[in-house]
């Protein structure tokens, strides 16, 4: 099993340039340009290392340090910083934080590869991520700000996962009817997916009690897959956007390639070798 990493860089080419070498040097990598996708994502999986720009959009690298510091201490020793900030607030983190390391851009290649490997070196006892942590992962790198997992059980839709959602709002709403007026729901009904890409006067038509409530949360977009078992729905994935989407094809592909890979949270064993239509 390859160390799983976290890298949080803001600018997209050195993102991915950071993803491509890290990769190339025997790590797994999930690669996301904000403080806000950095904690949700360590809210549910544990990374063996971090590397984190602290000059990110919304919650800043700074915040994302604050943050980790009173809910997952021990993680800091597997945190290295990459900042082009002054010395003098580079001096400032590593009095705060003294056990992570801390480079200055622009920095070697190399010097960030050794960080890297010393640091999660202290990682004890990684494990293997599971489906539900999959399903976060792959959803918060493809953009999404919120996800739910629902199977079909009898008359109703039973939530099996989800995150991105604050404590007691989706627990409410469960059981949920399949008939029910919600976007995730037409997508069981139907058996095909819904790609929202905007909330726009059209949504607003179809679904006008819900549209306030989108727009308060600042969800922009909405997508829904269903899984299908023995000719019927077996199950439904669901997320939610920030931002309105293209939802062009390589996009659908990546989420239609989430729900088929975490498909067996929804199937029963007797209908796991079924096909998605």
């Not at 602290?54 to 993680?75: K, S, Y």
């Not at 399949?178 to 009904?189: E, F, G, L, T």
Request: proline share 6%.
């Amino acid at each position: 099993m390859k160390p799983l990493l976290l890298v949080v860089e803001n600018d997209s080419g050195t993102r991915r340039l950071l993803e491509i070498f890290l990769r190339r040097a025997s790590f797994d990598a999930d690669a996301v340009a904000t403080g806000n996708e950095a904690l949700l994502l360590l809210d549910h999986v544990d990374y063996s290392g971090v590397v984190l720009d602290l000059l990110i959009p919304g919650r800043t690298g700074r915040d994302v340090l604050a943050d980790i510091a009173v809910r997952r201490p021990a993680l800091l020793e597997r945190i290295v910083i990459i900042s082009s900030a002054t010395e003098a607030h580079l001096r400032d983190v590593r009095g705060r934080y003294p056990t992570v390391a801390v480079l200055r851009k622009p920095f070697d290649l190399d010097e960030l590869l050794e960080a890297v490997q010393e640091r999660v070196a202290r990682h004890q006892s990684p494990q293997p991520c599971d489906l539900s942590q999959t399903f976060v992962r792959r959803s918060v790198v493809g953009g999404a700000k919120a996800g739910l997992i629902l199977r079909h059980g009898g008359d109703t839709l039973e939530l099996v996962s989800a995150f991105g959602y604050a404590p007691g709002v989706l627990e409410r709403f469960f059981p949920l009817s399949p008939d029910a007026p919600y976007p995730i729901c037409a997508a069981m009904r139907h058996a095909r997916p819904v790609w929202m890409s905007a909330i726009n006067s059209a949504a607003a038509s179809e679904y006008p009690t819900l549209v306030p409530i989108w727009r308060e949360n600042g969800t922009s977009a909405l997508a829904a897959v269903p899984i299908l078992a023995g000719g019927r729905a077996a199950g439904v994935f669901g997320w939610s956007f920030s931002e309105p989407r293209g939802f062009d094809a390589a996009e659908q592909a990546h989420f239609t390639a989430i729900a088929d890979e975490a498909a067996s949270l929804v199937k029963s064993p007797t209908t796991a070798s079924s096909r998605r239509a």
